[in-house]
């Protein structure tokens, strides 16, 4: 509208207060068009971030600990050295040491068995004891 006046009437116009009709200044883009590169720019930023948090995630995982892995006990290799007799007395003193193990663990179980029957005995002798005082009192 004011592009065909003349340039020094445009200079006038300019100086003129705002408050007059035409004196805002020319728009190049609008409202709208604004609004739609703010939410762009935006947008931009958040991705950036994302993609920095998801940089920093790519570090690797380490598995879970599982447990702790038991001692073995080393099953030495019978050198040349050894005589035959010496590696028969071994393993004879091997057998003897399991026997022993097995007998302990025999021992064991009598015991938690022994144990468990006098708890029997101890239960029992309560519950008698225990209708013997409700006869008492009917």
């Not at 097995?102 to 144990?115: A, F, L, N």
Request: net charge positive.
């Amino acid at each position: 509208m004011l592009r065909h006046l003349h340039p020094l009437l445009l200079h006038a116009l300019a100086l003129l207060p705002p408050s007059r009709i035409g004196s805002a200044p020319v728009r190049y883009m609008t409202k709208n068009q604004q609004k739609k590169e703010r939410r762009m720019k935006a947008a931009k930023q958040v991705e950036a971030k994302t993609e920095e948090v998801v940089a920093q995630q790519e570090e690797p995982e380490q598995a879970p600990i599982i447990s702790r892995k038991r001692k073995t006990k080393k099953i030495s290799e019978p050198s040349s050295a050894k005589s035959e007799s010496s590696m028969k007395a071994e393993k004879e003193k091997e057998k003897e040491k399991e026997r022993e193990r097995e007998r302990e663990r025999e021992r064991e179980r009598e015991k938690e068995e022994e144990k468990k029957r006098k708890e029997e005995e101890k239960r029992l002798e309560q519950e008698k004891a225990q209708k013997k005082e409700e006869a008492n009192w009917i």
